[in-house]
């Protein structure tokens, strides 16, 4: 059996960070494991302009611990009003890496989104053009629509349309939830790729919902049915250049879970690696890990692959119940449970 895993160091190409107090005691958790992460640009106001990823990208390099080289690599909320020059200029400033399509209402601060994916053409014309990645939270929001299925309603009515359109653009649908992204991802070119998160590949939607309303098991899109976890963890673990690590660590306030109206959100930073590798120990897939944690993500986005190694060793460690961050409280992904691998010092 193998106890020790040494990988290059990994990225998480998903993540949020927020901003203020709650950023400055989060980013040490991840800057802990990973040498780069995609920040999300849902704060609010959302990060719409390459000015503002500019000052948001010093914040967080502010609040990142001394003596660890971490990089913040930066989205732009796209709107309905997204100006592709500055777009473009951002990305060429290297400010940029990746801009991200929320369709309006989807999910936590995503009011200003995209109200209709038409709007945004002459915006994926220019990312096409220039090789700018498009990173798409991919579920309708229609009203009439079953939470369950708006993931796999959005690959019919917009992304084989974006993805036929734009041949050419990178696309990576994130926290892909369902065996039927799985399909498509696969059957795209390799211009199309996805991000899983450890929630989607360790739950099924029972856990949200068995035995009580469980809010911190709640996430956007919400985990489906086992037929789909076991699709993602066949992705995962497939070696596929296709699919790669994206946490997306979405920390919300204890109280703001655990309310009459809980937030969308999984706060998987601080364990991460260690709970992405258990499912690939569980699937006899350790040989993978790294293609997934730290080759696949910077091969897609063009990036190089991190030069510095991590070992991971199998021993039990107990997750805390929560966290303290700043005064606030959160919940950590796996809080109050015991996994089998930690980051070796
Ligand atoms: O669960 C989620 N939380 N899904 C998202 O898409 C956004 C995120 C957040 O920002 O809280
Ligand atoms: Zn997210």
């Given at each position: 059996m193998t106890d020790t895993l040494t990988i290059r160091r990994p990225d998480d190409w998903h993540l949020h960070f927020r901003d203020g107090e709650i950023m400055r005691g989060v980013v040490p958790y991840t800057a802990r494991q990973f040498a780069r992460a995609i920040v999300m640009p849902n704060l609010t106001p959302p990060v719409t302009t390459a000015q503002l990823a500019q000052e948001y990208r010093e914040r967080i390099r502010a609040a990142t611990p001394a003596g660890t080289a971490f990089e913040p690599l930066m989205t732009c909320y796209l709107t309905d009003t997204t100006d592709p020059d500055d777009l473009a200029r951002g990305a060429a400033q290297g400010v940029f890496t990746a801009a991200k399509l929320y369709?309006?209402?989807?999910?936590?601060?995503?009011?200003?989104?995209?109200?209709?994916?038409?709007?945004?053409y002459p915006v994926l014309e220019r990312m096409e053009a220039d090789g700018i990645v498009l990173c798409i939270h991919g579920e309708v929001t229609d009203h009439d629509i079953d939470v369950f299925d708006r993931e796999a309603i959005f690959i019919e009515r917009h992304l084989r349309a974006i993805v036929r359109d734009f041949p050419k653009l990178k696309v990576v649908f994130e926290h892909i939830t369902t065996a039927d992204a799985v399909q498509f991802v696969e059957q795209a070119g390799e211009n199309v790729a996805a991000t899983i998160t450890p929630q989607h590949l360790h739950i099924n939607r029972n856990a949200m919902l068995v035995g009580g309303i469980q809010p911190h098991n709640y996430c956007l899109p919400v985990a489906k049915r086992e037929t789909h976890r076991l699709a993602l963890r066949k992705a995962a673990t497939s070696g596929s250049p296709k699919f790669f690590l994206g946490t997306d660590s979405a920390p919300h306030l204890r109280g703001d879970k655990e309310s009459d109206c809980g937030c969308a959100g999984i706060f998987g930073a601080p364990y991460a690696l260690e709970s992405y590798l258990t499912v690939f120990d569980e699937e006899g897939a350790l040989d993978q890990f790294e293609a997934f944690a730290s080759l696949n993500g910077p091969a897609f986005y063009g990036l190089p692959v991190n030069e510095d190694r991590i070992t991971l060793e199998r021993a039990e460690i107990a997750v805390p119940q929560e966290l303290d961050l700043a005064g606030a409280t959160i919940v950590p992904w796996h809080g109050g449970q015991t996994i089998g691998w930690r980051i070796a010092d």
């Open positions: 369709p309006a209402n989807a999910t936590t601060n995503s009011a200003s989104g995209v109200s209709d994916v038409a709007k945004l």
